[in-house]
Nanobody, 121 residues
């Protein structure tokens, strides 16, 4: 059974970069045809898909976040990472990594537990 675990700082200052890593165990991130997503939930709001990297290394981003977001992977460590630049307090959220059954299925069968990130000076 695949497991995902987010890691990264819980507090980021405004205008700085938020960087999170998702470590995957129990399965390879290069296995066809999964997509590996970053999803966040601001306080009091719904889930927001931020972007993803596919099993073959292609990246896709939410149009609203594309200019500030970068997703990459390290296949040797079975990890994928999120970088969000120029953060503001509106980026405060619980950040999740998740495995999609395919890149655009919208169906996620495994989730990390989530990590709280607060943007504050």
């Amino acid at each position: 059974q695949v497991q995902l675990q987010e890691s990264g700082p819980g507090l980021v200052k405004p205008s700085q970069m938020l960087s999170l890593t998702c470590t995957v165990s129990g399965g390879s991130i290069t296995t066809s045809y999964y997509g590996w997503s970053w999803i966040r939930q601001p306080p009091g709001k719904g889930l927001e898909w931020m972007g993803a990297i596919s099993y073959d290394g292609n990246t896709y981003y939410s149009p609203s976040l594309k200019s500030r977001t970068s997703i990459s992977w390290d296949t040797s460590k079975n990890q994928f990472s999120l970088q969000l630049n120029s953060v503001t307090p509106e980026d405060t959220a619980v950040y999740y990594c998740a495995r999609g059954l395919s890149m655009w299925s919208g169906v996620y069968d495994s989730w990390g537990q989530g990590t709280q990130v607060t943007v504050s000076s």
